[in-house]
């Protein structure tokens, strides 16, 4: 083959370099470069649990001291023996409605109606002499008129009548003594209510003092409660009162202070409270234990359970989710419900905001955060 050279020249020669080293760099980046997506990719969201998110209400909340104590039935009489003696037809039992002046139970008592029966043979007996002495005063006032007796006589008759009448005014009164005594061995319900407990059984032998019946009016109830001796300057008679008995979790009573004892127990510097709890309904009854609060303040506001909020030295906060996000709010703290652990929010936060609460109040601020529901995962927004 034959060979045919062309002449290049110098400026040629360095063009023909440029347009080399151009394509060899153009053909070996387009060969090592790797592909790149046009924007990075948006960070992933990281998944919450439902319990993790609390909503911001409007409702109302109270707080103040809280107490604990017994209920006792505002009226209360435990009916005693008056007389010694043996008991015998007794008429009620425990949890019987009474009626004032119904018959409990009577007692056996032989030596008050032997002296009963004393006393009015004694009536009978002074009253004779006092119906004798009048006689013998009217003879001897007679003769002394004709004559026929001195005037001492007279007064000596009158003397008489009057021994006979203070001797039959005394018989008379030990009459009514044994009388009253006597009418005592039949017991009587002292008020209204409801037989709560029964000490005597027919047979039993008592001496006076002995307690045979108690009875309580469950219309209205007291609730005898302690405070501590720091929380006094909310207490105040007329104090609204919310309380919950032991073994009923769910519903609550109110009442409001009656009294309030005028020292401190001397061992634990609590002070007792008396709150009157009407009980139309009977649902309460005495001798329950009940822990409860007293109302110092109350109000509508936005409220939060107290696990959403964050305490520092710098004040407090909430994580908000907005758009997806986690934002770190600085609130105004308000009431601070310390028995049902709620939170009233004065500023910082509107109604039907959410909240993070628990673990996820860890996550930081800007983080974008997805809410799971049954294993998928649906944005906050």
């Not at 409605?97 to 409990?104: E, H, K, N, S």
């Not at 013998?136 to 006032?141: L, M, N």
């Not at 018989?171 to 709560?196: F, H, I, M, N, Y």
Request: charged share 25%.
């Amino acid at each position: 083959m034959t060979r045919i050279s062309i002449p290049m020249t110098a400026g040629a020669a360095r063009v023909f370099v440029t347009l080399s080293l151009a394509g060899l760099l153009l053909a070996t980046g387009c060969r090592d470069a790797p592909d790149r997506p046009a924007t990075d990719p948006a960070p992933a969201a990281t998944a919450i649990e439902p319990d993790d998110v609390v909503t911001v209400t409007r409702e109302p909340i109270s707080t103040g001291p809280a107490v604990s104590g017994e209920l006792r039935a505002s009226r209360e009489a435990t009916v005693r023996a008056e007389v010694a003696g043996s008991v015998y037809d007794v008429t009620v039992e425990e949890g019987q409605p009474v009626q004032r002046g119904q018959v409990l139970c009577r007692i056996d008592a032989p030596a008050l109606r032997d002296s009963v029966a004393s006393a009015e043979v004694g009536v009978r007996s002074t009253s004779q002499g006092v119906t004798a002495a009048e006689r013998e005063e009217q003879r001897t006032a007679a003769l002394v008129a004709e004559g026929l007796l001195p005037r001492r006589d007279l007064d000596t008759a009158h003397q008489s009548v009057e021994e006979a009448r203070a001797r039959l005014a005394d018989a008379q009164a030990r009459q009514a003594t044994s009388s009253d005594q006597s009418a005592k061995r039949t017991v009587r319900a002292p008020l209204s209510g409801v037989v709560s407990k029964r000490a005597a059984n027919a047979g039993d032998v008592v001496a006076p003092g002995a307690p045979l019946v108690t009875i309580i009016d469950p219309s209205s109830m007291q609730f005898e409660a302690s405070v501590p001796s720091d929380s006094l300057s909310a207490v105040r008679r007329g104090a609204p009162v919310e309380f919950r008995t032991s073994g009923d979790s769910g519903q609550r009573f109110a009442g409001r202070i009656d009294r309030i004892a005028p020292a401190a127990d001397p061992v634990t510097r609590q002070v007792r409270i008396y709150v009157s709890v009407p009980n139309t309904s009977r649902q309460l009854v005495a001798g329950l234990f009940a822990e409860g609060r007293i109302d110092a303040a109350s109000r509508h506001g936005l409220v939060v359970p107290s696990t959403a909020v964050e305490m520092n030295d710098r004040g407090a906060w909430v994580s908000r989710l907005r758009s997806g996000r986690v934002e770190r709010v600085p609130v105004a703290v308000g009431l601070r419900d310390e028995r049902d652990a709620r939170v009233e929010i004065r500023l910082g936060v509107e109604e039907g905001d959410s909240i993070l609460t628990g673990p996820a109040q860890t996550i930081p601020s800007g983080t974008p955060v997805a809410l799971r529901r049954d294993s998928r995962t649906a944005a906050l927004r």
